[in-house]
T-cell receptor, first 117, second 106 residues
Framework: GAVVSQHPSWVICKSGTSVKIECRSL??????MFWYRQFPKQSLMLMAT?????????EQGVEKDKFLINHASLTLSTLTVTSAHPEDSSFYIC?????????????FGPGTRLTVL | KQEVTQIPAALSVPEGENLVLNCSFT??????LQWFRQDPGKGLTSLLL?????REQTSGRLNASLDKSSGRSTLYIAASQPGDSATYLC?????FGTGTRLQVFP
């Protein structure tokens, strides 16, 4: 089956620093990837849709200058949390969209737990 | 904009019961609907994927149905076990539902 990886799986950083999270589709090409954030005991909230070779589409209320998304290749999207603050501490999950053969499916990464001190 | 709601929000049942979890969505123009489980502090485990052209999918004790016209999907869990305890999420067009937190006690 299709596999999506995320790196790192967890990260702890100091307030004010930037953190980059990678999302890779390992065995298929994904023109579209999605980034989600999940706070404790809440559901996943879509942050943005990442399109290869173009600008990401951000959901309402998500600061595009704070959460930088780059989808430079068909197998890699990155999310950079700039000038992180404790309130950015969360579980970040990416997914990659695989289409073809009459199917349209999202495959999810294992998530990255970010803790900002 | 797509909105996805799950009922009930929480459920606690004794082992062996058959369960029905509900998912409703507002925009019926969907590619597919997915059901996931998530254990505390963990990522997502995909359970079932129903394409828009399908009406149901089965995997072991799990059965999911899809009614696009009414904007509903149900996840049926037969003969529940303590190991089924988790949060169950449905997702439609990249939007996740609010989740159902299930606890099955011995």
């Amino acid at each position: 089956g299709a596999v999506v990886s995320q790196h790192p799986s967890w990260v702890i950083c100091k307030s004010g620093t930037s953190v980059k999270i990678e999302c890779r589709s390992l065995d298929f090409q994904a023109t579209t990837m999605f980034w989600y954030r999940q706070f404790p005991k809440q559901s996943l909230m879509l942050m943005a849709t990442s399109n290869e070779g173009s600008k990401a589409t951000y959901e309402q209320g998500v600061e595009k200058d704070k959460f930088l998304i780059n989808h430079a290749s068909l197998t890699l999207s990155t999310l950079t949390v700039t000038s992180a603050h404790p309130e950015d501490s969360s579980f970040y999950i990416c997914s990659a969209r695989k289409t073809g053969g009459g199917a349209d499916t999202q495959y999810f990464g294992p998530g990255t737990r970010l803790t900002v001190l | 904009k797509q909105e996805v709601t799950q009922i009930p929000a929480a459920l606690s049942v004794p082992e062996g019961e058959n369960l029905v979890l509900n998912c409703s969505f507002t925009d019926s123009a969907i590619y597919n609907l997915q059901w996931f489980r998530q254990d505390p502090g963990k990522g997502l485990t995909s359970l079932l994927l129903i394409q828009s052209s399908q009406r149901e999918q089965t995997s072991g004790r799990l059965n999911a149905s899809l009614d696009k016209s009414s904007g509903r999907s149900t996840l049926y869990i037969a003969a529940s076990q303590p190991g089924d305890s988790a949060t169950y999420l449905c997702a439609v067009k990249s939007i996740f539902g609010t989740g159902t937190r299930l606890q099955v006690f011995p």
